[in-house]
C-alpha cells in the first residue's frame, strides 16, 4: 500500500492567560492506494486530556496553571472569583453542608481568619455570651 494523500485537522482553543493556542483534539485522515488499485481511507481521532483528566470540551483555563479544564471540573474561587482546576482548588464545607471552593490565597485567609475568631472567642468566653451558642442549647 502507498499512501497518496493525508488531510489533518487538528482542534484548538485559545488560552486567555499566556496567549497561545492549546490543542484539545486532533482528526488524521490516510488515504492508500491498495495493492488492488482501490483508494482507501483511514481515520484516526486523538482526544487530548485536560488537565482534571477528562477527555469532555474544555470550559475554561485555570489561572495558576493556565491549562484547559473541562466543563464539569471547572469553577472558581468563592471569594475572589479567579478561575481554578481541581489541583489548585480547595474544598471547604460551609453550615449548610456545600462543598466550596477556595484558592489557596482566599483559603489560607479564611484559615488565619477562622484562628483569630477562636482564639478571642475563647479569650472573651468568660466575660461575654456569644449568641450563636444560645442556638445550640
Not at 493556542?21 to 491498495?34: I, N, R, W, Y
Not at 472573651?124 to 442549647?137: I, N, T, Y
Amino acid at each position: 500500500m502507498q499512501p497518496i494523500r493525508s488531510e489533518r485537522e487538528d482542534e484548538f482553543c485559545h488560552d486567555p492567560w499566556n496567549k497561545t493556542p492549546q490543542q484539545t483534539g486532533q482528526k488524521d485522515t490516510a488515504h492508500v492506494l491498495s495493492d488492488a488499485g482501490a483508494i482507501e481511507s483511514y481515520n484516526a481521532l486523538r482526544r487530548i486530556a485536560c488537565v482534571c483528566g477528562c477527555l469532555k470540551a474544555p470550559g475554561g483555563f485555570c489561572a495558576v496553571c493556565t491549562e484547559p479544564v473541562c466543563e464539569s471540573c471547572y469553577g472558581s474561587c468563592h471569594c475572589c472569583h479567579m478561575p481554578l482546576c481541581p489541583n489548585h482548588s480547595t474544598f471547604e464545607q460551609d453550615d449548610a453542608s456545600e462543598s466550596l471552593r477556595y484558592c489557596k490565597t482566599c483559603h489560607a485567609a479564611r484559615s488565619r481568619k477562622q484562628l483569630v475568631r477562636k482564639i478571642a472567642r475563647s479569650i472573651l468566653s468568660p466575660f461575654v455570651r456569644f449568641g450563636d451558642e444560645h442556638a445550640k442549647r
